[in-house]
Nanobody, 116 residues
Framework: QVQLVESGGGLVQPGGSLRLSCTAS????????MGWYRQAPGKQRELVAI???????IYADSVKGRFTISRDNAKNTVYLQMNSLKPEDTAVYYC??????????WGQGTQVTVSS
């Protein structure tokens, strides 16, 4: 079992920034993928940004150039730096980890609200 604990959500004005953190209960060096998804009210959960097993990154087109995913393997933590936030970024953001062989794990989610 892997526990994922997210933090960093909140209320921010349009154009503002937030940084989300996700800390895993085990090493994140050898994983299939790890990163962030989001779900807005009435919409399906969608990929935001993830690391792949090869260390490359994948971003949703809607966040390219504004969001940056990073990781600190020593702290078992993945971050999502979100800049130039827009109202349409409002959603619950979930951290997810997929093991090389095995299960998918999800965090409890953290609310991000972009509003003036």
């Amino acid at each position: 079992q892997v526990q994922l604990v997210e933090s960093g959500g909140g209320l921010v004005q349009p154009g503002g920034s937030l940084r989300l953190s996700c800390t895993a209960s085990r090493s994140i060096v050898f994983i299939n993928t790890m990163g962030w998804y989001r779900q807005a009210p009435g919409k399906q959960r969608e990929l935001v940004a993830i690391f792949t097993s090869g260390g490359s990154t994948i971003y949703a087109d809607s966040v390219k150039g504004r969001f940056t995913i990073s990781r600190d393997n020593a702290k078992n933590t993945v971050y999502l730096q979100m800049n130039s936030l827009k109202p349409e970024d409002t959603a619950v953001y979930y951290c997810a980890l997929r093991e090389l062989v095995g299960s998918d794990y999800w965090g409890q989610g953290t609310q991000v609200t972009v509003s003036s």
